[in-house]
């Protein structure tokens, strides 16, 4: 193995993906299964996930992706995933907490229970379902190579922008700081916990306004880089962070947003004099 295999290699190790079938889950469960881990993927659709991982192993990675039905929405979904993935493997080498819902309206009508739900399902379930795979995390964790925990914010979780998903951008923003928290708790058990805080990339959530290369042309255009993100742009993070590359990162909140977190204001000061 060269040098930079060694650094990015996922080679053998064991990871589960929520949310893996479409967007910025798949993107990871793909770019995981190129580096060669074995990947499972599942959500409240399991013939979905089947079918994303059996398009993915047609590629022939050096890896391998399993599809199954999940559903992190509720106590007992999150217990019957535990369970799941107990059945099938000893120890969990990374964990990537990714499915997440959202709601979008105006400031005058958003309903009260849009934040209970949102909040449980992204914030809640998160940590719990964490809670419960820590052992398994931990039985794979080394000094060397802890075991990796990935959780996905979002840039609407640092910078103070709603666009009418009140409930979401807060949600994600206490999932950066859960991210720090765990962090710390978690790093005695050799477990790192990091988390992605995307921009706008391509994703069924998202696909009311990049579903088409004129409108994610339009969106780019907001983005400091010019452009939306890409399956390249998730990939690289991932395989740098789970890899021997990332083993000593831990706690941090990865912006991979274009530059849209570090914006300043064009003309600060210019029209001063």
Not at 81 to 89: N, Q, Y
Request: proline fraction near 5%; include cysteine; aromatic fraction near 6%.
């Amino acid at each position: 193995m060269g040098y930079f295999d060694s650094l990015f290699s996922v080679q053998g190790k064991v990871a589960l993906v929520t949310g893996g079938a479409t967007g910025i889950g798949r993107m990871i469960a793909e770019a995981l299964a190129e580096g060669g881990a074995t990947v499972m993927i599942c959500s409240r659709k399991g013939d979905a996930c089947k079918d994303a991982a059996d398009e993915i192993n047609a590629n022939r990675p050096a890896g391998r992706v399993e599809g199954f039905t999940a559903d992190v929405s509720t106590t007992e979904g999150i217990s019957a995933l535990v369970a799941e993935v107990r059945g099938r493997v000893a120890q969990l080498d990374i964990l990537v907490n990714n499915a997440g819902i959202t709601w979008g309206e105006p400031y005058e009508t958003f309903p009260m229970e849009q934040w209970t739900r949102i909040m449980d399902v992204n914030v809640g379930a998160m940590f719990t379902l964490t809670r419960d795979l820590t052992p398994l995390l931990e039985a794979a964790g080394t000094d060397a190579d802890p075991a990796r925990i990935i959780n996905i914010g979002s840039v609407m979780g640092t910078l103070p922008l709603a666009e009418g998903a009140y409930s979401y951008t807060m949600s994600k923003a206490a999932v950066h700081h859960l991210t720090k928290t765990l962090a710390g708790e978690l790093a005695s058990k050799r477990i790192t916990v990091n988390a992605f805080a995307p921009g706008p990339f391509p994703s069924k959530m998202t696909r009311f306004a990049t579903g088409t290369p004129e409108k994610a042309e339009k969106v780019g255009e907001n983005v400091p880089l010019g452009r939306i993100g890409s399956a390249e742009d998730i990939a690289g993070a991932t395989l740098y962070l789970c890899g021997r590359a990332g083993a000593y990162v831990s706690g941090a909140i990865l912006p991979l947003d274009g530059g849209m977190s570090v914006q300043t204001p064009a003309n600060l000061f210019a029209n001063t004099q």
